[in-house]
T-cell receptor
């Protein structure tokens, strides 16, 4: 099976940088995805890493190290609207057609 | 291009009734997924469908729950004889392909069982 670990809560100051880590255990691996979900809202796709390294999209970046089974989401120039839950998700190569497995999420609180 | 549509947004049912949740994927998407989310928890995969086929239902309870994605019309998640423990947010997502970890989610249906 698969399992993902991410911190349950993170608090950061407006304008700062925050890193949300995700470690995973899975037999076989396709890639690591990140989703954002505001309270009462739907999850929104942020990024996908299939290969090692850093992917940058505006203020958000995502990193993957396949050898360490580890990735992170980096949020820069934090804004109050970034307060949300962030989920990492993996798809297991050996699971055939099984879609994404999500972590339990990290609740980010941005404070003034 | 409309996003993933779900209805109803809120559904209240008494114990023992049936709940029907509908999902229309994004145009051009043939992969549909249903997830369940309890308050303060992550998304639990329930079922993955393509047109007229259930590909993976490993996350769906064997009893009372069923899903379909007919050739015409939306995907339906059906819960028979609902119990209080079925109260949750049910999200539908769709994707163009299976291979990338990119899915587009609908606004969800909040089911409350009284």
């Amino acid at each position: 099976g698969q399992s993902l670990e991410q911190p349950s809560e993170v608090t950061a100051v407006e304008g700062a940088i925050v890193q949300i880590n995700c470690t995973y255990q899975t037999s076989g691996f396709y890639g690591l995805s990140w989703y954002q979900q505001h309270d009462g809202g739907a999850p929104t796709f942020l990024s996908y890493n299939a290969l090692d390294g850093l992917e940058e999209t505006g203020r958000f970046s995502s990193f993957l190290s396949r050898s360490d089974s580890y990735g992170y989401l980096l949020l820069q120039e934090l804004q109050m609207k970034d307060s949300a839950s962030y989920f990492c998700a993996v798809r297991n190569r050996n699971s055939g057609n099984t879609p994404l497995v999500f972590g339990k999420g990290t609740r980010l609180s941005v404070i003034a | 291009n409309a996003g993933v549509m779900q209805n109803p947004r809120h559904l209240v049912r008494r114990r023992g009734q049936e709940a029907r949740l509908r999902c229309s994927p994004m145009k051009g998407h043939s992969h549909v997924y249903w997830y369940r989310q309890l308050p303060e928890e992550g998304l639990k995969f329930m079922v993955y469908l393509q047109k007229e086929n259930i590909i993976d239902e490993s996350g769906m309870p064997k009893e009372r729950f069923s899903a379909e994605f007919p050739k015409e019309g939306p995907s339906i998640l059906r819960i028979q004889q609902v119990v209080r423990g079925d109260s949750a947010a049910y999200f539908c997502a769709s994707s163009e392909t299976l291979h990338r970890g990119e899915q587009y989610f609908g606004p969800g249906t909040r089911l409350t069982v009284t």
